[in-house]
């Protein structure tokens, strides 16, 4: 069977606790390559909410879809980061696709919130303070999103 084409829109997800440790995981094809959730759209008509709780239960076992009980704690931080595809991942995009838009989220979740990796996509996970998380990512975008994270949900923290 071919495996279709991924669309060039997706999801990043920060998921943090309240006391701002953020989660990272380790990527399988790349394993120096620590990151938040992220991935694409199945379908272009998958609207982004639903593309990013699918995308959390399938990297890390949390479930935040619509009735569940951390589904109030997504919010869409309405933020896009629009990127050259990285070469080592382009083949994945139909021919001449060389950017992605990527629209960011947020998750809280309780301390202590379980999580399963999918051994197909992910080796190792970690809970760190945001900015030593920010510091970790690969993604110039991801650590971006972790360093507004105080910004974006209103605490105030010395520089």
């Given at each position: 069977m071919v495996k279709p084409y991924?669309?060039?829109?997706s999801v990043l997800v920060v998921i943090?606790?309240?006391?701002l440790d953020v989660l990272l995981i380790r990527r399988a094809?790349?394993?120096d390559f620590w990151q938040s959730v992220t991935g694409s759209k199945d379908r272009a008509s998958e609207d982004f909410r639903q593309t990013a709780a699918r995308e959390v239960r399938?990297?890390?076992?949390i479930d935040c879809a619509s009735g569940t009980t951390l589904a109030?704690?997504?919010r869409d931080w309405g933020l896009e980061n629009v990127y050259d595809i990285y070469p080592r991942w382009q083949h994945r995009y139909a021919p001449g696709v060389t950017r992605n838009t990527e629209h960011v989220f947020g998750l809280v979740v309780p301390p202590g919130t379980p999580v399963t990796l999918n051994p197909r996509e992910h080796t190792a996970s970690?809970?760190?303070?945001w900015r030593e998380?920010?510091?970790r990512c690969f993604s110039p975008s991801n650590a971006e999103a972790i360093l507004m994270l105080p910004k974006l949900i209103g605490v105030k923290f010395a520089a």
């Open positions: 991924k669309i060039p829109l943090y606790t309240p006391a094809d790349a394993t399938e990297e890390t076992g109030s704690g997504l970690q809970w760190l303070p998380a920010a510091d």
